[in-house]
């Protein structure tokens, strides 16, 4: 695992990440999984997907 984020609310969005490890600059391919969580109090877990992505990974830093 490269990056995970924890729950993301509704409406929200990741734009960019840091990586748990340092990787060379480059595209890499990958798999991001996505789970769906019901949004009442029980927070039941209702989809998973998994997408294979092409990761691109920069040395610039990137501070929101």
């Given amino acids: 695992v490269l990056y995970q984020s924890g729950l993301i ?5 990741i734009e960019y990440i840091g990586l ?5 600059p480059g595209e890499y391919p990958a798999t991001a999984v996505f789970e769906t969580y019901s949004v009442d109090e029980s927070e ?8 294979k992505i092409q990761l691109l ?3 610039v830093k990137v501070y929101k």
């Fill in 9 to 13: 609310e509704p409406d929200r969005y």
């Fill in 20 to 24: 748990n490890r340092a990787m060379e």
């Fill in 44 to 51: 039941d877990k209702i989809a998973e997907s998994h997408m």
């Fill in 57 to 59: 990974v920069t040395d």
